[in-house]
């Protein structure tokens, strides 16, 4: 069971709430550079603060990634309509966070990166203004904004806080992985997702298993030059 499943039960979100899919994918290391994509009217609104964050990035930029938090009427700091189209993909080679994403903001269709810090002011304290290669970044993602930022270039980055809109469930469920003490720590939390869904995931698993087995069958009889025999007393 992954970490999605873990933090979602491994239900299915209802509409305009939560989203998961299966698992982490990793990008290409490219930062792709930042483009208008449309334009469309938008309205502003307030935004809230966010309590502290006593957990490492790497959680809030999962929880971004999968879309694991309340998106009805999500806002910037200040107050322009979000509307996430792809959060997009984390990846670990440098530069910004999550890669290849689109965001909608106040109508304007944005493509780019997104880089997310636990406050806003980690942007600086990690020498980001001064680094063009966050010149893409098309939005931030905190868990609190304690002050705006700019890029390089001078552009003022649009942020969006988490923090009011993490579930607490959510939280919890992580809390017990990670303090989990079995072999397998989310073992103890498989009562907790759909028995049917579970079902199908070890079927497909054991497909898997038996197409990985029957590829190596395959290439080690080769390299015997197709003696079945001896492949047999080597199996």
Not at 159 to 176: D, K
Not at 195 to 212: D, F, G, P
Request: with cysteine.
């Amino acid at each position: 069971m992954g970490l999605t499943e873990m933090l979602t039960g491994g239900m299915a979100p209802p509409p305009g709430g939560l989203l998961s899919t299966d698992a982490l994918k990793y990008a290409r290391s490219r930062v792709p550079g930042t483009f208008l994509v449309s334009d469309r009217a938008g309205t502003y609104g307030s935004g809230q603060r966010a309590p502290t964050f006593p957990y490492p990035e790497d959680l809030l930029q999962f929880i971004w990634e999968q879309q694991l938090f309340d998106r009805r009427d999500l806002r910037a700091t200040d107050g322009r309509p979000v509307e996430v189209l792809r959060a997009g993909r984390i990846q670990h080679h440098g530069g910004p966070d999550l890669i290849d994403a689109r965001i909608r903001i106040a109508g304007q269709e944005w493509a780019g990166a997104v880089e997310v810090h636990v406050r806003a002011g980690e942007w600086y304290a990690h020498g980001h203004q001064h680094d063009p290669a966050y010149d893409g970044v098309v939005l931030h993602v905190v868990h609190q904004e304690d002050r705006p930022v700019r890029t390089s270039a001078g552009r003022l980055l649009p942020t969006v806080e988490l923090g009011p809109r993490i579930p607490e469930e959510r939280l919890a469920a992580y809390r017990r992985l990670m303090s989990a003490r079995s072999w397998v720590p989310c073992a103890g939390e498989l009562h907790r997702t759909d028995r049917h869904r579970n079902t199908s995931w070890l079927e497909r698993l054991a497909v898997e298993r038996l197409e990985r087995r029957s590829l190596d069958i395959a290439i080690h009889l080769r390299e015997l030059a197709g003696d079945a025999d001896e492949l047999l007393h080597h199996l």
